[in-house]
Nanobody, 114 residues
Framework: QVQLVESGGGWVQAGGSLRLSCAASGNIFSINAMGWYRQAPGKQRELVATITSGGNTNYADSVKGRFTISRDNAKNTVYLQMNSLKPEDTAVYYC????????WGQGTQVTVSS
């Protein structure tokens, strides 16, 4: 089992920045990759960014150049630095850890006002 706790969401004006954190605990050595997904009201959950245990990253086209995913292995924590935020980035952001199955955090709200 893997437990994930997100933090760092909030409200920001367009053009601003936020950093999300996701702390993992439990069977962390079984984690192959971690990532961030988001779900806006009335929409399906979508991938934002992922990072593998080897450090390879992948981003949704909509966030490339604005968001950066990183990890601190010593703290078992993954971060999502979000810059140049847009109103369309407003969503609940979920941390994800992939082992033999996917584990999810509880989500953190990000609201970007125009």
């Amino acid at each position: 089992q893997v437990q994930l706790v997100e933090s760092g969401g909030g409200w920001v004006q367009a053009g601003g920045s936020l950093r999300l954190s996701c702390a993992a605990s439990g069977n962390i050595f079984s984690i192959n990759a971690m990532g961030w997904y988001r779900q806006a009201p009335g929409k399906q959950r979508e991938l934002v960014a992922t990072i593998t245990s080897g450090g390879n990253t992948n981003y949704a086209d909509s966030v490339k150049g604005r968001f950066t995913i990183s990890r601190d292995n010593a703290k078992n924590t993954v971060y999502l630095q979000m810059n140049s935020l847009k109103p369309e980035d407003t969503a609940v952001y979920y941390c994800n850890a992939l082992t033999y199955r996917a584990f999810w955090g509880q989500g953190t709200q990000v609201t970007v006002s125009s």
